[in-house]
């Protein structure tokens, strides 16, 4: 969280808009965060997006379009990396963006899949809270056990792994 993946991911489909590609994008329904139908990013840019319940959503309603980009990819079923290779398959550019791992420090849902399939693969990281070195994990600040855990600011900080096992340690 806090690295830039979905300001990465609108810039990328902003700029095939201006090469006047057709661009549909998706996002899981279930996040309504920042907007119940844009995707946004933390600093507010945002982009219209079209919110599904599941991945197979996005094969049945990325018709005539030359490039997909799904948000918040983590949240979607293990369905989404198999969506993936048929949208590439029938030419279309596919551009992901999601969270590689949970509060935990496990892999996150179809994440880990699509990683493995991906032609190319841009990890971003966020600057650690505690210390100021580039951050990989995402340390939840609030209590509660469910893997999903809709949040911002006020429920996680971005850590370095160092950050992290301290902070996985006590508790912080």
Do not use: W
Not at 44 to 69: C, F, K, W, Y
Not at 127 to 138: E, P, R, T, V
Not at 139 to 162: F, K, N, W
């Amino acid at each position: 969280m806090f690295s830039g993946k979905t300001e990465e991911l609108i810039r990328r489909l902003k700029r095939a808009k201006i090469a006047k590609q057709k661009v549909e994008i998706f996002k899981p329904r279930l996040d309504t965060r920042y907007d119940e139908v844009n995707v946004v990013s933390h600093d507010a840019t945002s982009i219209h997006s079209t919110p599904v319940d599941s991945s197979s959503q996005i094969l049945l309603l990325a018709n005539d379009v030359e490039v997909v980009g799904v948000d918040e990819a983590q949240f979607f079923d293990e369905e989404l990396p198999s969506v993936a290779q048929k949208l590439a398959n029938r030419g279309i550019r596919v551009i992901v963006a999601g969270l590689d791992m949970d509060y935990l420090g496990q892999p996150f849902g179809p994440i880990p899949q699509m990683l493995a399939i991906a032609e190319y693969v841009t990890k971003v990281h966020a600057i650690c809270m505690h210390c100021g070195n580039l951050a990989n994990y995402s340390h939840r600040t609030v209590t509660g056990d469910s893997r999903i855990l809709l949040g911002e600011q006020e429920s996680y900080i971005p850590l370095c792994r160092a950050c992290f096992n301290k902070a996985r340690k006590q508790n912080f």
